[in-house]
């Protein structure tokens, strides 16, 4: 993570994406296999749920403090997993219908 704060300009810093790129990486750092799919539509889903501020469809982290940014941080990585967990269990779920079907079309037969 210090290497990222090395690595950027200070235009990039007060341009957003060092917020941006922060954001992504304490929310990775929580869930292990982030996609880029999983973080856009769990950074979308909190900012809708929690009313967060906005610009240009993006997130407006500027003068957000590292202690609200770990609780943003948070609660994406909460939604990314509750998002994971549903579409594991309607995996399960759509599997066990698909095993028990041909069973059921024998009996009928």
Do not use: W
């Not at 810093?13 to 296999?33: E, I, P």
């Not at 799919?37 to 957000?64: C, F, M, N, V, W």
């Not at 994406?76 to 095993?99: F, H, M, P, V």
């Amino acid at each position: 993570m210090s290497g990222l704060a090395f690595c950027t300009t200070r235009e990039q810093m007060a341009d957003g994406a060092f917020s941006a790129l922060l954001l992504r990486q304490m929310v990775s750092r929580r869930m292990k296999n982030l996609t880029d799919s999983e973080y856009t539509a769990a950074i979308e889903y909190t900012a809708r749920k929690y009313h967060l501020p906005q610009r240009a469809g993006h997130l407006d982290l500027d003068h957000i403090s590292i202690g609200r940014m770990d609780y943003i941080a948070e609660l994406a990585a909460e939604a990314a997993g509750q998002d994971r967990l549903s579409r594991s269990t309607l995996e399960i779920a759509r599997n066990n219908r698909e095993i028990e079907t041909p069973g059921k079309q024998e009996r009928n037969e």
